[in-house]
């Protein structure tokens, strides 16, 4: 699947210059969201069509998902690293590089679940006990 071109104002992903395809998203299909997608990247009178596409530059970094977390028995996850990255539910574009200041909008950080929190220091203690352990104490 070759990806689209991005149809951000200013954006040149994935047109003949480029040399390395960029990974693009297409629109939602939810009407709410369409709305949103279309508003932020302030295009005058754009209809996004069904191929069109935003480029992964215009989405904040905790919109983009790289890895599926599967629940295992006993509390752990089980990590495995996508192929292509996916948008979060509700993501929209929010990095506007090439055009004016304000129509970027820096999102708040989002904490991680409590229960995602204790995994990783878990793992953490789990990491530093074996490395103390082979450190021949």
């Known amino acids: 699947m070759i990806p689209g071109k991005c149809c951000v104002p200013c954006c040149r992903s994935n047109y003949k210059t480029e040399t390395t395809l960029t990974t693009t998203f297409v629109f939602p299909k939810n009407e709410e969201l369409k709305k949103k997608w279309n508003s932020s990247i302030n295009r005058k009178d754009f209809l996004p069509g069904s191929t069109a596409a935003v480029c992964i530059n215009h989405f904040d970094e905790q919109h983009i998902i790289w890895e599926d977390r599967i629940p295992q028995k006993g509390g ?39 229960s995602l929190r204790r995994a990783e220091e878990i793992t953490r203690g789990e990491k530093q006990f074996s490395e103390w352990c082979e450190a021949d104490h």
Not at 96 to 102: A, C, G
């Open 76 to 114: 752990s996850t089980h990590t495995i690293e996508r192929k292509r990255p996916r948008l979060a539910d509700g993501a929209y574009p929010t990095k506007f590089p090439n055009q004016p200041h304000y129509l970027s909008e820096d999102l708040p950080k989002t904490r991680k679940s409590p």
